[in-house]
């Protein structure tokens, strides 16, 4: 499969086609030359455990495909916490011995008070930080992936208050990183960014460091309601079959590929089970989402936006 097939595949086909074709190239490109799987350390500092989660969830490849053929996953401190020193030598000698490794965040990075508010490991009596060990290991990585909304921009980890001084990993270590948002981040866009990267290096990003391939367009562009926004029918309470936009949705300022990717093994996703979008891929969230269930803006209000300048409070059922 060429780039651009694998680029066309990832932004119009459906979840299970999608999967198909990924793992079909994979399984191919591997059992070629099973040698370039490509090291991992994941590090998971300030967050739910929620991308690892979703990871595990990954159906095309499943996540055993992913161990098997497209990753080396050295070291990951949540799954590996049980081995303490044992993961933290196997750390060591990957960032030793490995040409180039793949460095996975997961989390916001804890900024105040040297990190301490984040310990992920420990050696002997020695407590690490997320921030210490994240700042030790990005000078040699070869790619710096952050996974869901924390890593990528703070996230709920990084919500008001914010105690912590918790931001993204980018902003952490002021350079660009590839930013996979989403609170989680789906399995597909994780496998498939990483799929990317090995058969064909970096992708293509938009302005917030996020793969176009999986947020190239709003979830409104492709939302299956949408005929009912464009004909100003909106729903007036959820379970309501029609579109969302004044229950709160921010679909149309939330860019990801949701509708036609959906979640729980392609089975459903917020606006097919009745609930408005929340704009989880975006910098802005959770704060600047809020309140969730009101309008992301007044339809009359904004220059450029679907419906800008047509009277406000379409028909109603
Ligand atoms: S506002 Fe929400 S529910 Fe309505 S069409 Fe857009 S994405 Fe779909």
């Not at 994979?26 to 370039?36: I, Q, T």
């Not at 009359?300 to 800008?308: L, T, Y």
């Given at each position: 499969m060429t780039r651009e097939e694998f680029l066309a595949f990832s932004r119009s086909t459906s979840g299970q086609e999608y999967r198909e074709r990924v793992t079909g190239t994979l399984s191919e490109f591997y059992s070629a030359?099973?040698?370039?799987?490509m090291p991992v350390i994941w590090v998971e500092a300030g967050g739910c455990g929620g991308n690892t989660i979703s990871l595990l969830n990954a159906?095309?490849?499943?996540f055993q495909q992913v161990m098997e053929g497209?990753?080396?996953?050295?070291?990951h401190n949540t799954l590996m916490w049980p081995e303490d020193d044992a993961a933290l030598e196997e750390l060591d000698r990957t960032v030793r011995g490995s040409p180039g490794f793949i460095l996975m965040v997961e989390g916001a990075v804890s900024s105040r008070d040297q990190g301490r508010l984040c310990l992920v490991a420990a050696r002997e009596d020695r407590m690490i930080s997320g921030s210490a060990l994240i700042r030790r290991l990005a000078p040699r990585a070869s790619y710096i992936v952050a996974v869901g909304d924390c890593a990528c921009f703070g996230g709920p980890t990084a919500a008001r208050p914010n105690p912590s001084g918790s931001v993204g990993v980018g902003r952490f270590l002021r350079r660009k990183v590839i930013n996979v948002s989403?609170?989680?981040?789906?399995p597909d866009w994780m496998v498939g960014t990483l799929a990317h990267l090995l058969l064909f290096g970096e992708p293509e990003m938009d302005?917030?460091?996020?793969?176009?391939?999986?947020?190239?367009?709003?979830?409104h562009d492709r939302c299956t309601r949408r005929s009912f926004f464009d004909q100003r029918v909106f729903a007036?309470?959820?379970?309501?079959?029609?579109?969302m936009f004044e229950l709160g949705c921010k679909g149309p300022i939330t860019f990801a590929d949701c509708p036609v990717r959906q979640w729980n093994c392609y089975q459903n996703w917020p606006v097919k089970g009745n609930t408005p979008c929340i704009?989880?891929?975006?910098?802005?969230f959770p704060d600047g989402m809020e309140?969730?269930?009101?309008?992301?803006?007044e339809l009359e209000d904004?220059?450029?936006?679907?419906?800008?300048?047509r009277p406000r409070g379409g028909r109603r059922r």
């Amino acid at each position: 499969m060429t780039r651009e097939e694998f680029l066309a595949f990832s932004r119009s086909t459906s979840g299970q086609e999608y999967r198909e074709r990924v793992t079909g190239t994979l399984s191919e490109f591997y059992s070629a030359s099973p040698e370039r799987r490509m090291p991992v350390i994941w590090v998971e500092a300030g967050g739910c455990g929620g991308n690892t989660i979703s990871l595990l969830n990954a159906m095309g490849p499943n996540f055993q495909q992913v161990m098997e053929g497209l990753i080396d996953l050295r070291f990951h401190n949540t799954l590996m916490w049980p081995e303490d020193d044992a993961a933290l030598e196997e750390l060591d000698r990957t960032v030793r011995g490995s040409p180039g490794f793949i460095l996975m965040v997961e989390g916001a990075v804890s900024s105040r008070d040297q990190g301490r508010l984040c310990l992920v490991a420990a050696r002997e009596d020695r407590m690490i930080s997320g921030s210490a060990l994240i700042r030790r290991l990005a000078p040699r990585a070869s790619y710096i992936v952050a996974v869901g909304d924390c890593a990528c921009f703070g996230g709920p980890t990084a919500a008001r208050p914010n105690p912590s001084g918790s931001v993204g990993v980018g902003r952490f270590l002021r350079r660009k990183v590839i930013n996979v948002s989403g609170c989680p981040a789906h399995p597909d866009w994780m496998v498939g960014t990483l799929a990317h990267l090995l058969l064909f290096g970096e992708p293509e990003m938009d302005e917030h460091g996020r793969p176009t391939l999986f947020y190239g367009e709003t979830v409104h562009d492709r939302c299956t309601r949408r005929s009912f926004f464009d004909q100003r029918v909106f729903a007036r309470k959820l379970g309501d079959p029609e579109c969302m936009f004044e229950l709160g949705c921010k679909g149309p300022i939330t860019f990801a590929d949701c509708p036609v990717r959906q979640w729980n093994c392609y089975q459903n996703w917020p606006v097919k089970g009745n609930t408005p979008c929340i704009g989880c891929t975006e910098p802005t969230f959770p704060d600047g989402m809020e309140p969730f269930f009101k309008p992301p803006f007044e339809l009359e209000d904004r220059d450029g936006a679907p419906g800008a300048g047509r009277p406000r409070g379409g028909r109603r059922r």
